[in-house]
C-alpha cells in the first residue's frame, strides 16, 4: 500500500511525515495557488520535507496535448523524478500517450468513472486517480466506482494502479482499502482524523493515572 498526502503545506508535510509512512505528496493547481508559492519553490521544499524522498505529483495546466507534453517536459526537467498529473480528457489521453513514449510518468487525474480510469491506464497512465468524495457530492457511489475500476485495471492494465483522490473522511479512505485499492492520497485535515481518536486518548490517560496513583510516577522505572 501507498500513502500520500494532498496537500502543498510544507509544514504539515514535515510534521506528519514524523508520524505517518508517507510514499509522498500529491499537489494540484488548486492546492498550490492556496499555498501562495510559487510552484518551483513549493516542490523541493515538499520533497526535503519528506526528508529527500519519496515521490512528488505536480500537474499541468495546459488545454491541448501538446501543451501538457511541453508542461510535463518542463516539469520533470525542473524536479526529477516528479510524477506528472494529466486530467482524463480526451486531450490529455492523447497527452498521456505521447508522455508514454518519452518516458516520463503520469497520472490521470479527475477521474469519474471506471471506464474513463481505464482508458487512462490503457494509454500509459502508472497511476489513476478517482474522485472519491465529489462522486458521492454528485450522488453517485465513489466507493463503488473505486471497486470496478480497481477490477479493470487488474484484469486489463495491471501495470497501473488505482490512486484514490478526494476524501472528506476517514472512512471513505478506508472504504476505498477495502475495496481493493493499493494508493490513497489524504488531505491534511483527513489525515489528522485518522490519528485524533478521543478513546485512546481517555484510555492512556488513564493508565498513566492509575501508575501515578500506585507508583507516585507517570513514568516506568
Not at 510559487?38 to 495546466?61: C, H, N, S
Not at 457530492?137 to 478526494?166: K, N, Y
Amino acid at each position: 500500500m501507498e500513502l500520500y498526502l494532498d496537500t502543498a503545506d510544507v509544514n504539515a508535510v514535515k510534521r506528519l511525515a514524523r508520524i505517518l509512512p508517507l510514499q509522498g505528496v500529491t499537489t494540484n493547481p488548486s492546492i498550490v495557488a492556496r499555498a501562495g508559492k510559487p510552484l518551483w519553490e513549493v516542490l523541493p521544499a515538499l520533497r526535503d520535507a519528506l526528508g529527500g524522498t519519496g515521490k512528488l505529483f505536480a500537474q499541468v495546466l495546459a488545454e491541448q496535448a501538446d501543451g501538457m507534453v511541453a508542461e510535463a517536459q518542463l516539469l520533470t526537467q525542473r524536479v526529477p523524478g516528479l510524477i506528472v498529473k494529466v486530467p482524463v480528457n480526451a486531450e490529455g489521453l492523447a497527452a498521456i500517450k505521447m508522455l508514454k513514449g518519452l518516458g516520463i510518468p503520469t497520472l490521470g487525474t479527475a477521474v469519474y468513472g471506471a471506464g474513463q480510469g481505464l482508458l487512462a491506464a490503457l494509454a500509459g497512465a502508472e497511476y489513476v486517480a478517482p474522485y472519491v468524495n465529489r462522486l458521492d457530492a454528485q450522488g453517485s457511489d465513489g466507493i463503488e466506482m473505486v471497486r470496478q475500476l480497481q477490477s479493470l485495471l487488474t484484469q486489463h492494465a495491471p501495470h497501473a494502479q488505482v490512486l484514490a483522490a478526494s476524501f472528506r473522511t476517514p472512512r471513505q479512505a478506508v472504504d476505498c482499502l477495502l475495496a481493493g485499492c493499493r494508493a490513497i492520497t489524504l488531505p491534511v485535515d483527513v489525515a489528522e482524523q485518522m490519528l485524533s481518536t478521543p478513546a485512546v486518548e481517555a484510555a492512556t490517560r488513564a493508565f498513566s493515572d492509575d501508575w501515578q496513583h500506585a507508583f507516585g510516577a507517570r513514568h516506568l522505572g
